[in-house]
C-alpha cells in the first residue's frame, strides 16, 4: 500500500515539474519572440528571409546601399513584394546619384507593380526628373497627376486621402494635394526662366491652399521679374505671420534674405522722380553751386537738362 501510494506521489511530482518546464519553454519562446519583434519595429525592417527581407536590411541596418540595389533587383525578378523593392531601389539609386538608372528603373518595371502603387512610382519619378533637370517629363507627369485629381481618380470622391512619408501615414486633403502639386509645377517653370508662367501658378497655389514656403518662391519669382514691390508685399507677409507656416525658422530666414535681395536691387531714382522737386530745391542748389563755382555758368547742366524737360511736361 505504501509502495502504491509513493509511486503516485512520484508521478505526480513528475507531472508537475514537466508543467514547469513547459511553462518556462513557453516564455522563454514568447520572449525570444517578443523580443524579434521589437527588434524589426525599432529598425523598420520586415521578418523573414525573401529577397525584399535581405535587401531591407542591407539597406537599414547594415549601411551597404550597394548590396541592397542587387537585393532589390532579385526581388523584383523574384516578384517578392515588387511594389515596395522597385519604389525602394528607385530611392536608394538616388541617393547614390544613380538617378538616371533609377527612371528607367520605374519605366521598365512599373508595369509589374499594382495599381495602388502607381501613384507613389509617379511621386518618386517626380523627384528623380527634379533630380537630374528633366524639366519637360517633369512637368508633363505632374501636369498629369493635376488632371488625375480633377478626374477624380486620385481621391475616389472622398476628401481626403491617406499619404505615406518617411514612413508614417497622415491624411492629405484635396486642397493640399492640389496646391503641393501646382507648387512643384511653378518650380519646374522657373527653372525654365518662364517667370509669367510661374508667377501664375503660384498664385493659384496660393489661393487654394497658401503657405509660407510657396509665398517664398513667389517672391523669388516676381524679383526675377524685376517687379520688387510685389515681391516686397509678399515677402512682408511672411514676416509678418500673415501667411499660414510663417512660424517656421525656415521659411522666415529665406524671405528674410529674398527682401534684402529686393533692397539690395531697387532702382535708383528715375528722372522723374527728380523732376518732381519743386523749384526752391532748385534755386537753392544753385545758389550753393554759384557760390563755389565760376562765374560763366549760371545752372549746372543736368539742371538745364531738367528745366527743358519740366518744360516739355508742362506744355
Given amino acids: 500500500m505504501n509502495s502504491i501510494s509513493s509511486n503516485n506521489n512520484h508521478n505526480q511530482q513528475m507531472r508537475i515539474m514537466r508543467t514547469t518546464i513547459m511553462k518556462k519553454m513557453k516564455k522563454n519562446s514568447s520572449s525570444s519572440s517578443n523580443e524579434e519583434d521589437l527588434y524589426h519595429v525599432i529598425h523598420k525592417v520586415p ?6 527581407v535581405k535587401a531591407k536590411h542591407a539597406q537599414l541596418i547594415e549601411k551597404n546601399p550597394e548590396a541592397a540595389i ?45 495599381k495602388q502603387a502607381q501613384e507613389s512610382l509617379d511621386n518618386v519619378l517626380i523627384d528623380l526628373y527634379k533630380k537630374c533637370g528633366r524639366l519637360d517629363e517633369q512637368i508633363e507627369l505632374l501636369k498629369r497627376k493635376l488632371r488625375l485629381i480633377y478626374q477624380g481618380e486620385v481621391f475616389n470622391g472622398k476628401p481626403t486621402k491617406t499619404a505615406r512619408s518617411h514612413g508614417k501615414k497622415f491624411q492629405v486633403s484635396v486642397k493640399q494635394e492640389i496646391s503641393r ?47 520688387f514691390d510685389d515681391a516686397g508685399s509678399v515677402l512682408g507677409d511672411v514676416l509678418q505671420g500673415k501667411i499660414p507656416g510663417s512660424e517656421d525658422d525656415k521659411a522666415k530666414n529665406k524671405a528674410g534674405e529674398l527682401l534684402m535681395e529686393v533692397k539690395a536691387f531697387q532702382p535708383p531714382l528715375e528722372l522723374s522722380d527728380i523732376v518732381g522737386l519743386d523749384d526752391e530745391f532748385f534755386n537753392g542748389l544753385e545758389l550753393l553751386m554759384n557760390a563755389y563755382a565760376p562765374v560763366r555758368s549760371k545752372r549746372l547742366p543736368i539742371f538745364e537738362e531738367i528745366s527743358s524737360f519740366r518744360d516739355q511736361l508742362a506744355c
Fill in 47 to 52: 521578418q523573414g528571409d525573401s529577397p525584399y
Fill in 70 to 114: 542587387v537585393l532589390f533587383w532579385k526581388a523584383i525578378n523574384a516578384g517578392d513584394r515588387v511594389d515596395s523593392a522597385l519604389k525602394d531601389m528607385a530611392v536608394v539609386m538616388k541617393q547614390l546619384d544613380r538617378s538616371e538608372e533609377a527612371i528607367e528603373a520605374i519605366k521598365s518595371f512599373r508595369s509589374r507593380c499594382s
Fill in 181 to 227: 502639386l501646382l507648387g512643384n509645377l511653378g518650380w519646374a517653370y522657373m527653372q525654365k526662366s518662364n517667370y509669367l508662367t510661374a508667377e501664375v501658378i503660384y498664385r493659384k497655389a496660393q489661393m487654394i491652399d497658401p503657405d509660407a514656403n510657396k509665398a517664398c518662391n513667389l517672391g523669388l519669382c516676381l524679383i526675377k521679374q524685376g517687379r
